[in-house]
């Protein structure tokens, strides 16, 4: 979700093959649709963006200078699925329905189950917006 490149229909049809895909960020591969919804639900504001192509322009990272830079969508990422099993299984299942739909046959998807479940205290995304875990949750 992080990077892209334009992709015409020439290339899709060279392409046009089974895939697999062995590195895969689950919380990186999220729908921006569903990365604005999950953010309206909650009242989570991401950096006022009220529409579908304006998350696209706060997320994607059309030409990555560092890694620090490319991993800064991660920080509007977290506050959304932090501690939340309904949005992280919805991700997940979404990522299978895309993988399937650009012809992907296998992939590994990573995730730091401490992030996403919201047991880690001192990340940016923590100090930032004020998640923190809640013991019993």
């Known amino acids: 979700m992080t990077y892209t490149s334009e992709v015409d229909d020439e290339i899709r049809k060279r392409f046009d093959f089974p895939k697999v895909e062995l590195h895969l960020h689950l919380d990186g591969a999220i729908r921006h649709q569903t990365l604005l919804d999950l953010s309206i639900e909650k009242k989570i504001d991401l950096k ?13 990272t059309r030409e990555p200078s560092n890694l620090s830079k490319m991993l800064e969508p991660f920080d509007l990422f977290l ?39 919201n047991t880690v205290r001192n990340t940016a995304a923590n100090s930032k917006y004020g998640i923190y875990a809640k013991k019993g949750q």
């Open 48 to 60: 006022g963006v009220t529409t579908v192509d304006e998350v696209r322009d706060i997320v994607v």
């Open 79 to 117: 506050p959304v699925l932090a501690g939340d099993k309904d949005a992280i299984e919805r991700i997940a299942y979404e990522l299978c329905e895309d993988e399937a739909e650009n012809g992907v046959i296998y992939f590994e998807a990573r995730y730091s189950p401490q992030l996403l479940c």
